[in-house]
């Protein structure tokens, strides 16, 4: 897998923030103010987060994106692939009680359920069994091999919790009325680990606000917070233009989807081949450029070929046609479909952002070359286009595919696709999966249901006096290891 480099420090680094080198580490996560406490199964970033510190399930991910033991001390896994074993910590819930392997068996059936009818739900499908073998080892069953299941195991919404208190390995406190909070760590030897002298004076808590993006990054620059994380494209602009004096920019070596999914089959978008041209015609490099980012990696399809363990196809769709020409064949699609009464345009929803508005500036002068005007949908008005930027949970093709299944209502979709995919759920053998899986991709090229552009860019602003953060291909920076001693 080739992954981008983080973006360079743009300016020297200094020590000074809110902190100080000591008290609690200031954090802003990018989002609305009154997404911290969100609750649900289709949480925003800053929600994310906070369940993660608060409501650990049986592993988790640590600063580099890395699975580490949570509630499962350790675990095996049978030589065919189909049997995860986790022995449990003896640990406790927050309020008293010890975390027995029959709680954990119904918290984690119960979380399974809730997440029916997501994306995350899909990626769950193989999920056939989870039994209690004794007080303190549960096995989970899979119809077939999954080597990515422990990291679908540590995403926020597997997170367990007794009486609405979550099992750590931070506490959360908050003022009544306030949009911030203040996480601590747990002592280790309420989560079943060996004492540490001094825990109080070593861990150091973490206050977390939710903020708009350009809220964050003048808290950053003004030394009100020593972390800024969760920017996307729609505000890199405005971090990139900061008067960032005392920190830096980071970006993240991700995975993901970064495109347009395609809302409705009508009109000019009624024929696959027309929605083809749109993609054709957007010069992906020139798109990056105007946002003064380096190391982004351009897709031209859904799934991207070093998904699978052998690529059956090009890394470039149109086997390096050049730009000129793609939208010269484009443009004859488009002519060939216009006419009196049938005016060529798209209606593209986008987030509030100096990114988006970049964005949409690149789309309309590449789809004005190949005759297609452009109109920006305001909220809540209809659109034919919207921008999908989501981060990929785990490696394998199953994600990109299941993120356009029918019964989402995300968009357009491929039942035979759909079909393809569901197979996989039970097939054991790795090479005949991935044929499926690669039959799944063509059907869902075929429909045309999305125009590819890239890799999601998730940034943050990390103050020089910050330890354990580290850009990671996920995007994702759990707040618990900030609060660990380096030593």
Known sequence: MRFWLPLLALLALSSCGPSGGGGPLE??????????????VRLPPPAQHIRTATQEGLVALDQAGQV???IAERWIVTDDGLSYIFRLRDATWSRGGDISAEEVRSQLRQAIGRVRGT???????????????TGRVIEVRLTAPMPDFLRLLAQPELGFTKNGIGAGPMVMSREAGKKNAVLSALPPETRGLPAHEDWEDVARPIGVRSLPAEA??????RGDVDLVIGGSIVDFPIAEAGPLSRGTIQVDPTMGLLGLTIRREAGFLADPERREALSMAIDRTALIQSFGLSGWRQSTWIVPPESFTSPTYAEDRWNGASIEDRRRAAAAR??????????PVVRIALPHGTGSDLL???????????GVKTRRAGPGQAA???????????????????QFNC??????CAPKADAIVRQTLTERDMDRREELLAEAHAALVEREVYIPLGVPVRWSLVRGSIRNYVPNVWGFHPLFPLSQPTT
Not at 216 to 221: C, G, I, K, Y
């Open 27 to 40: 954090v802003a996560i990018i989002g609305a103010p009154d997404s911290l406490f969100q609750q649900g």
């Open 216 to 221: 964050a990054v003048t808290a950053f620059s």
């Open 384 to 402: 034919d286009l919207e921008l999908r930027d989501t981060l990929a949970r785990f490696t394998s093709p199953r994600w990109y595919l299941n």
């Open 360 to 370: 949409f500036s690149q789309l309309t002068e590449a789809w004005r070359t190949i």
């Open 334 to 343: 488009v002519s060939a479909w216009a006419g009196p009464g049938r005016e």
């Open 407 to 412: 019964s989402l209502g995300a968009g357009l």
């Open 68 to 70: 580490v033991p949570a």
């Open 119 to 133: 994306s995350l739900g899909l990626d769950l499908a193989k999920v056939r069994d989870i039994r209690a073998m």
